[in-house]
Nanobody, 121 residues
Framework: QVQLVESGGGLVQAGGSLRVSCAAS????????MGWYRQAPGNQRELVAS???????NYADSVKARFTISRDNSKNMVFLQMNSLKPEDTAVYYC???????????????WGQGTQVTVSS
């Protein structure tokens, strides 16, 4: 069993910064790619940023140059540093991880419960 738990969400004014974290735990052999998604009311869930096990990153155009994704493999954690926040960034942010589980041959994707990020004007 694998669990992903997000933290660090909250309320911030436009132009401010926020850092969200995600910790993975359970029967983990290794973690491949990790990423952050977000979903606003009435919108589809979208990929915000992702990072490979080797540290290669990619970002949605809307957050490029403002957000930075990073990971700590020794702690099974992934982070998203969000700077110059805009009201359009308001959403529930979800952590995702592609996990090689102990006793399993194939990797499995897991989701966290999400953390609310609200950016006021």
């Amino acid at each position: 069993q694998v669990q992903l738990v997000e933290s660090g969400g909250g309320l911030v004014q436009a132009g401010g910064s926020l850092r969200v974290s995600c910790a993975a735990s359970g029967s983990i052999s290794s973690i491949n790619a990790m990423g952050w998604y977000r979903q606003a009311p009435g919108n589809q869930r979208e990929l915000v940023a992702s990072i490979s096990s080797g540290g290669n990153t990619n970002y949605a155009d809307s957050v490029k140059a403002r957000f930075t994704i990073s990971r700590d493999n020794s702690k099974n954690m992934v982070f998203l540093q969000m700077n110059s926040l805009k009201p359009e960034d308001t959403a529930v942010y979800y952590c995702n991880a592609d996990v090689q589980r102990t006793w399993y041959r194939k990797s499995v994707r897991y989701w966290g419960q999400g953390t609310q990020v609200t950016v006021s004007s």
